[in-house]
Every structure is written in structure tokens, then in C-alpha cells.
């Protein structure tokens, strides 16, 4: 158990528990019959990516696959490969290698939820499988949530194609992106860090909503987004998906994993993409998104010592840029008046190294984890400019034991240093008529944290947990932040489940990253006043119900509730002068109320339905107004997923239907006495045609072509205060087909 245990200090929250995982041990079998335990080995569920290694002794934990029964599958270099069928959680699996075998190449085919609630996680949490990244052939991130009601994505504006989410009501930048459960995508990567990473890069996603562990810091407030990797011991050698769209968006993605020796692993992954047409469906002069082009590299690497330390350590970087703006921009002219254009580079690298030593048993482990970013964006917006650079290091040291058979902890320090070069070079013509006027907003900063943290877990009999964690760090400019959290999770029957979390998250804005739209208006921006931290509270509760209905015994019915409420909030204001932005800190309430419904079933062999629904209630008080309704947040969204697959999955149907709630429009934006947005359909088809190693997939996004018209006011003029490409609140884009395969190279 060394390496699984290590492992999970490592990459898992702290909040997940071994016992919840799905045992066994791999046995290795000599040519005489004789069975010694198989260590190192590699176990898989069959028809995932994502493989983990028994440990020195062969015994191996692994996650459970989405549905059961599954397939487990064992394999080792110079062994025949082994695969048994696992009927529940609660089977201890054994699997058997036998020295030497020569095996006819087996392949069976199974079916994987591509979206689907967890039963373990204290917290609540989606996880989009990888199947479900494949659904809507995604190219990045930030085209991996339609089928999921908790998040809702769209633009910041209508000239840069930076994308943002909404969880629980709130601006994506309140939810902690983690890449394999280290912080990532913040800073001055945020507005377009959702781009940055390709979906066939990732095993999965995991989206927790709620305050969750303490172990990656103070920064989540309305939730984590984790990113899993393919990993550097997947046993699938090669992969590698194009796509190709009506728009001429072409993208290559690569990913190959290799075995270098038996302990050491390795993984390398490529992607390139370009957008080069300009598109103006709506004839506004302007484009519809950038014409961008982006190359992004990564390698992983994973050593497995034998005393049981593994130590994970790799490198990315990235390279992207996008022009967008009026259609007869030029970019080679000097930048004036008579024309509008938007440039941005974005230059991003980060570098990291995990190494996990077992101490003296099977249950105490130490972690060490450090990480550096580097991030890099030059951008205008007309005559508006912004760059900046950061600089980000960490380091952190977890120290994880067991006391007896329900108590665990973890004990760790941290150290974060953040370094800010920021500028921001304001033009606006203000309607009086006096002719251009211009601003230098210096937003150089510098913060170190450090701090310790603690989190204690109470488990009883694979039914109850309770967790609770304390953070004290010790900010460079804000003094001491102190960050309490708790979850509860209770299994009532082996079928309904009840969890409940509460806790405290900070965070430092990045006044002009977090908020890029307001670089596309003619206003000038005033900073009032000093941001202070923001400060907030997120508490919530979930019960989740399995039973049996139809074909399916394993259908669910998931309900949840959270809250989120700011001591401090650092606003953004465009409502309260029409020639300015306005920039100041909270003074009044603020918080976001959010319902959701989940439900799934099998209703027959191969056919699954998901459907789900999510109701917001998000208020702010707004300087000399009181609490009202966040502009531009959609009071609700329903989601129906439909899924067919024929025999052996050779051809699957995915169909996703979208019912996207009205917005508050601002102010400014109210034309005929309409306040709100309207209430609009979104459909996504694909059919995808499996092969013996290759998928071929045609699909269309936007089936019925709907778009919000005008998206731009006064675009004619847009050196005008009243020029704005920020009120974004439904699609840009008109109908995208598409076409790509995908090429999986098996061992």
C-alpha cells in the first residue's frame, strides 16, 4: 500500500479516503504455477485511460469506474496480460499474470458515463469522464461543460474570444483551478487560461462544488476544478485526435505515454491549433471571434523507487495569439482611430516536482511539492493596452498518518510567492468633446504567503466521515488569514447518501485580468480605491439517491443546495456612470443562492439519459443603490443528454438539448423596455463511428443556429464612451460542424 498511499497525499485531496477505493493485488504466476506477488504492475479499468501501479508488494487501490459491473485489467512487460469482471465496490480483486505468456490480442469494448456524480467524494462532485470530453469532440477546457448544469461558460466580450465560467452563481475566477490537485490558471493566465489546455490531454475533470480541502490554500471559495492528466504509465502508447470545422479551425493534438525502464515512465503531449478565418455573421464590421493560433508542449515524468518513493516532475509551455476586432483591422498599421483592433500574446510556462516518501509503515507518509509559473500577455484593445508578467513560486511539505482505524490527519507549511508587473494604458474620449485623454494605471504588486495547515479526518464503519481543516497564513500585505472548513458525509443506506460543507476562502484581484471585457469599451477606468482581499463563506448540503429503475439498477436522483456570501468583494461597476468603469471594494451584502437537480438512468441496454437543472439567485449592492440581481447571470439552466450506442460500440449518438435562463441586462444595455435576455434553446449532436483503433466522429454545434444579435453596442463608433462589446449573454458563433478522428495506438 506505500505507493497508493503515497500517491494519494500527493495528487488526492485529503478528503478522499483509501477506504473508499477499489482493492486488490496483482499476482505474478511462474511457468511451474507458482504465484508471487507482481509489483509495479499496471491496472486499469478497461475502457479508460487512467491506470495506476501496485506497489512493492502488488497490491494496488484504484478509483471506481462509473458504473458497475467493469472490467479490471493487469499487465506488466514480459507477463500476458490479465482481466477480470468486478460486480461491485466491495470485491477484493485479484488478477493473475502468467511469466512469459503469449496471449492472442484480446480487446473488449466497453461503455463509459461521460458525466456522472461521484458516490465517494465527501464533496459533492461531477466528474466528466473521458468519454464525456469526447462528446462535444472539445478542443479545450472551455468546451468541456455543456453537458453540465453546475458550470455555465460564455464570453467576458465580443472581441478577444476570452471565455469564462459561472459556478454557483459566480465569476469562474471564485473557483480554484487545480491541475492534478496543484493550484493552476491563476494570476494574469485567467482570462483565457481556460483555452490553454487541450481536452484530449485529460483523463477526466472533477468538478467539487463547495469549500473543499485546505491542502491547495485559502483561493477556493465557490469551488475546485481539477484537471487529471493522461498519465506517464497509461497504457496506451499513442493517442491522437484532429478536428476540422466549418470555420476552419484545424487543430492536432498528440499524446504518448512510454515505459523507459521498469521504474521510470514517461509521457509526451503536443498540441497546435489555428483559427484563420474572419467571420461577421451578424454584419457589424466586426468578427465574430479572433483569428488565433496557439502551439502548447508538455512532458511528464514519473519515477517508482524501490523503496516505494515516486517521484512525478514535468514541464509545459505555451505560445498563443489571437487578433480580432473590425474585419479590415490591419495589425501591421500604427494603431489610430479610424480603425479598431484587439491583439493579445499570451506566453505561459510552468515547471513542477513531486516526490513521495513512505516513513517507516504503510500508513505515514511525506510530500514534498514544489512548482513555478511564468506568464506573459501584451495586449491592446483600440488605443486601451495592457501587459504584464508574473512570476509564481511554491513549495509545500505535507507530512499524512493514521491513528487507529478511524482517525487520519495531515500536517503541512507552505510557501507562495507571487510577482506582478502589470500596466495599464487607458485612452477614452470623453463626450464633452475635449479631445482624447489618457491614464497610466501602475498595477505592479508583490505578495509572499506562508503558512501551516492541518486537517484531521473521523471515519466509521465505510459509512460516516467528517473532516475538518484550519488553515493560518501570514500575507505580505494582508496580514494573518485564517481559514476554517468542514465537510460531512453520511452513507444513510448503501443508496442515499447525505453531505454537507462549510468554510471561508480569500483571494487577491487581478482587477484588470479578472475583468478583460472592460478593456473593451470606450469608458475610462477609475480604480476608487485600494482592492482589499476579497473575503467570503460557502456552505451547502447535497443528498444523492441510488435505485433501481428500467435496465438500470444504478439510476440517481442528486439534489443540492449552496450558498455564498462576501465580507469583502472587490466590485466592478458599470452601471453607475455611463463614461467610466468604476472599481471599488463592497459596501453592503453580497451573495449567490444556487438549486440544483440532478437525475440519470438506463432506461434500456446501451441507452442513457441525464438530466439536470440548476436555479440562481446571485445579489450585489451596487455603490448608492442597493442589493439587485448580478447583471448578465443567467437565472437558470436545464441540460437533457441522450446517449445510443449499438452493440460493441461501433456507432454512438450523443445529443444534448440546452434551455439557457434570462439575464439581468445592465442598464446601459436596455433597449425597449426589455430588461432581461431572452430565454434560448442550444442543441449538439454527434455521431461517432468506432473502428479497430480508430474513431471517426461528424457532429454540429448550435443545431438551429441561434445567436445573440447585436452583441456589440455602437459599434460604428467605437471610440465612443458609450461603445461596448462586454454585454455578452448568449452564443457569437452561428452553426459549427464539424469532423475529426482519433487514432489509439494499444500495447
Not at 509503515?361 to 488605443?383: C, E, P, Q, R, W
Amino acid at each position: 500500500m506505500k505507493i497508493i498511499l503515497l500517491l494519494l497525499i500527493s495528487f488526492i485531496p485529503a478528503c478522499t479516503l483509501s477506504a473508499q477505493m477499489v482493492r486488490g493485488i496483482v499476482w505474478g504466476v511462474s511457468p511451474k504455477g507458482e504465484k508471487t506477488p507482481l509489483a509495479y504492475s499496471s491496472v486499469h479499468w478497461h475502457g479508460t485511460p487512467a491506470a495506476v501501479v501496485a506497489d512493492s508488494n502488488g497490491r494496488f487501490s484504484i478509483p471506481p469506474p462509473a458504473t458497475w459491473p467493469a472490467t479490471l485489467m493487469a499487465s506488466f512487460v514480459g507477463y500476458g496480460s490479465d482481466m477480470r469482471e468486478i460486480p461491485n465496490e466491495s470485491v477484493f480483486a485479484e488478477l493473475f499474470l502468467h511469466e512469459g505468456a503469449t496471449l492472442d490480442e484480446i480487446r473488449i469494448t466497453g461503455r463509459q458515463a461521460g458525466l456522472y456524480n461521484s458516490r465517494l467524494t465527501q464533496l459533492k462532485t461531477e466528474v466528466i469522464t473521458a468519454a464525456g470530453l469526447q462528446k462535444m469532440a472539445c478542443c479545450n477546457i472551455g468546451e468541456s461543460f455543456e453537458n453540465s448544469a453546475s458550470i455555465s461558460v460564455g464570453y467576458s466580450d465580443a472581441v478577444s474570444g476570452a471565455r469564462q465560467i459561472r459556478l454557483l452563481g459566480l465569476s469562474g475566477i471564485y473557483a480554484q483551478m487545480l491541475e492534478e490537485n496543484r493550484p493552476d490558471m491563476r494570476g494574469l493566465a485567467t482570462p483565457f487560461g481556460l483555452s490553454f489546455t487541450p481536452g484530449p490531454w485529460l483523463e477526466s475533470i472533477q468538478v467539487a462544488k463547495g469549500i473543499g480541502s485546505v491542502l491547495q490554500g485559502y483561493e477556493n471559495i465557490t469551488g475546485q476544478i481539477n484537471l487529471e492528466y493522461r498519465k506517464p504509465a497509461t497504457p496506451e502508447p499513442l493517442f491522437l485526435n484532429l478536428y476540422l470545422d466549418r470555420f476552419g479551425r484545424t487543430e492536432a493534438n498528440a499524446a504518448s505515454s512510454l515505459q523507459l525502464s521498469e521504474r521510470l515512465f514517461t509521457s509526451l503531449l503536443a498540441h497546435a491549433s489555428i483559427d484563420p478565418m474572419k467571420v461577421d455573421n451578424n454584419h457589424d464590421g466586426f468578427m465574430d471571434e479572433p483569428v488565433k493560433q496557439q502551439i502548447n508542449l508538455a512532458n511528464r515524468w514519473l519515477y517508482m523507487a524501490p523503496n516505494g518513493t515516486a517521484l512525478r516532475f514535468g514541464i509545459k509551455g505555451l505560445y498563443e495569439k489571437r487578433d480580432g476586432g473590425a474585419l479590415d483591422f490591419d495589425a501591421s498599421r500604427p494603431r489610430d482611430t479610424v480603425q479598431y483592433g484587439t491583439g493579445i500574446e499570451n506566453t505561459h510556462i510552468n515547471a513542477y516536482v513531486k516526490a513521495g516518501i513512505p516513513i517507516a509503515d504503510t500508513v505515514t507518509n511525506i510530500a514534498f511539492i514544489a512548482d513555478y509559473t511564468f506568464h506573459d500577455i501584451k495586449s491592446f484593445f483600440g488605443l486601451k493596452a495592457f501587459d504584464g508578467t508574473e512570476h509564481t513560486a511554491n513549495f509545500n511539505v505535507l507530512f499524512q498518518s493514521k491513528s487507529g482505524r478511524h482517525h487520519d490527519y495531515m500536517l503541512g507549511a507552505g510557501i507562495r510567492w507571487d510577482s506582478y508587473r502589470q500596466g495599464l494604458r487607458d485612452v477614452w474620449f470623453p463626450a464633452s468633446g475635449t479631445g482624447r485623454q489618457e491614464q497610466y494605471i501602475d498595477l505592479d504588486r508583490d505578495e509572499t504567503v506562508g503558512g501551516l495547515f492541518g486537517e484531521y479526518t473521523f471515519s466509521h464503519a465505510d459509512r460516516f466521515w467528517f473532516v475538518a481543516g484550519l488553515r493560518a497564513d501570514y500575507h505580505s500585505l494582508y496580514q494573518w488569514l485564517i481559514t476554517p472548513r468542514a465537510t460531512l458525509k453520511y452513507n444513510i443506506t448503501g443508496d442515499l447518501i447525505l453531505r454537507a460543507s462549510a468554510g471561508r476562502g480569500f483571494r487577491t484581484a487581478n482587477v484588470v485580468t479578472d475583468n478583460i471585457g472592460i478593456l473593451a469599451t470606450g469608458r475610462q477606468i477609475v480604480i476608487d480605491e485600494l482592492p482589499v482581499i476579497e473575503d467570503a463563506w460557502t456552505y451547502g448540503s447535497s443528498v444523492a439517491w441510488y435505485f433501481p429503475l428500467f435496465h438500470d439498477d444504478r439510476a440517481s436522483l442528486v439534489l443540492d443546495f449552496f450558498r455564498t456570501q462576501f465580507t469583502n468583494q472587490v466590485i466592478v461597476d458599470q452601471e453607475d456612470d455611463l463614461a467610466r468603469v468604476h472599481i471599488y471594494n463592497l459596501n453592503g451584502p453580497s451573495f449567490s443562492n444556487t438549486y440544483q437537480i440532478d437525475f440519470s438512468v438506463m432506461p434500456a441496454e446501451r441507452f442513457s439519459i441525464m438530466a439536470t437543472f440548476r436555479y440562481t439567485d446571485a445579489q450585489t449592492a451596487y455603490r448608492n443603490r442597493p442589493a439587485r440581481e448580478r447583471p448578465l447571470n443567467d437565472r437558470f439552466k436545464a441540460v437533457l443528454n441522450l446517449q445510443y450506442a449499438t452493440r460493441m460500440n461501433i456507432w454512438t449518438f450523443d445529443f444534448t438539448a440546452q434551455l439557457n435562463g434570462q439575464t439581468r441586462l445592465p442598464d446601459f444595455a436596455v433597449t425597449n423596455g426589455a430588461r432581461y435576455s431572452p430565454v434560448y434553446p442550444l442543441f449538439f449532436v454527434q455521431l461517432t463511428r468506432k473502428f479497430r483503433s480508430l474513431d471517426v466522429y461528424l457532429g454540429c454545434e448550435n443545431l438551429f443556429n441561434y445567436t445573440q444579435r447585436d452583441p456589440i453596442l455602437l459599434a460604428a463608433t467605437p471610440y465612443n464612451t458609450g461603445f461596448n462589446s462586454s454585454v455578452i449573454w448568449g452564443p457569437l458563433m452561428e452553426r459549427r460542424i464539424y469532423a475529426g478522428l482519433r487514432f489509439t495506438l494499444f500495447k
